[in-house]
C-alpha cells in the first residue's frame, strides 16, 4: 500500500514569502506528526494531530508557523515570511494509533526548504 | 526536553558489535529507535514499552530501563547495511514526542 508522501520534495522560497507544505498519511492512520530537521541534527518536534484535533503545538517556532488537518487526513504546514532559519528537511509522519505511546510512526520522504 | 545519546559517533569494522545509549531526565513510557540514512526519512526499528522489557530482532536488539529512564540498542556483528544515524525517540505519556541528537554509525568493510 502507499506510505506517507509528502509534496513538494523540494521548495525554494525567497525570504519573506509563505510556503504551504502538504502531507498525505497512511489512509485509516489516526496520528499525523510534523518535524523540523536541520543539517545534521535529529527532527525536532512541532506539532501533533490526533484525527482533525491538534493536540499539541509546542513545537512551533514562533506564530509564523501554522499546521491544519481539518478533515482528519490530509495536513498542511504553513510557513508565513519565510526566513533563512526556516530552512530545513520537514518531516511528516503517522501512526495507526491515537497517541504517541508504543505506535511506530511512519515517515514520508520529506520536503527539503531552502530560503534565500 | 530531548533525551541524551552516547556516543555522538562510532566506527565499526564489519562484524563487530555496538551499543548505543539514550537516557532522559523525564519519566518516559515508551522508547522508540529509528535509522535513518543520509537523504531519506527515519525507518523504524523498535518500540519499548515500560516494564523494563528486552526486545530483538535479527542481530539488533534493545533494552529499556524505566527505573533509570534509559534505553540501549545492541547491534551485534555489524553489516555494511547496519551504516546510518540512530536516533532514541521518547513518549513523554502520550504527549508529544522528542527525538534525541542522533548516533553517526559507520561500518566499513
Known amino acids: 500500500g502507499a506510505g506517507v508522501s509528502q509534496s513538494p520534495r523540494y521548495k525554494v522560497a525567497k525570504r519573506g514569502q509563505d510556503v504551504a507544505l502538504r502531507c498525505d498519511p497512511i489512509?485509516?492512520?489516526?496520528?499525523l506528526f510534523w518535524y523540523q530537521q536541520a543539517l545534521g541534527q535529529g527532527p525536532e518536534f512541532l506539532t501533533y494531530f490526533q484525527n482533525e484535533a491538534q493536540l499539541d503545538k509546542s513545537g512551533l517556532p514562533s506564530d509564523r508557523f501554522f499546521a491544519e488537518r481539518p478533515e482528519g487526513s490530509v495536513s498542511t504546514l504553513k510557513i508565513q515570511r519565510t526566513q533563512q532559519e526556516d530552512s530545513a528537511v520537514y518531516l511528516c509522519?503517522?501512526?495507526?494509533?491515537?497517541?504517541?505511546?508504543?505506535?511506530?510512526?511512519?515517515f514520508g520522504p520529506g520536503t527539503r526548504l531552502t530560503v534565500l | 526536553q530531548q533525551p541524551v545519546q552516547s556516543p555522538q559517533a562510532v566506527i565499526l569494522r564489519e562484524g563487530e558489535d555496538a551499543v548505543i545509549n539514550c537516557s532522559s531526565s523525564k519519566a518516559l513510557y515508551s522508547v522508540h529507535w529509528y535509522r535513518q540514512k543520509h537523504g531519506e526519512a527515519p525507518v523504524f526499528l523498535m518500540i519499548l514499552l515500560k516494564g523494563g522489557e528486552q526486545k530483538g530482532h535479527d542481530k539488533i536488539s534493545a533494552s529499556f530501563n524505566e527505573k533509570k529512564q534509559q534505553s540501549s540498542l545492541y547491534l551485534t556483528a555489524s553489516q555494511l547495511s547496519y551504516s546510518g544515524t540512530y536516533f532514541c525517540?521518547?513518549?513523554?505519556?502520550?504527549?508529544?514526542?522528542?527525538f534525541g541528537p542522533g548516533t553517526r554509525l559507520s561500518v566499513l568493510p
Open positions: 525517540g521518547t513518549d513523554n505519556y502520550g504527549q508529544n514526542f522528542v
Open positions: 489512509s485509516g492512520h489516526v496520528s
Open positions: 509522519a503517522s501512526s495507526l494509533g491515537g497517541t504517541t505511546t508504543g505506535n511506530e510512526q511512519f
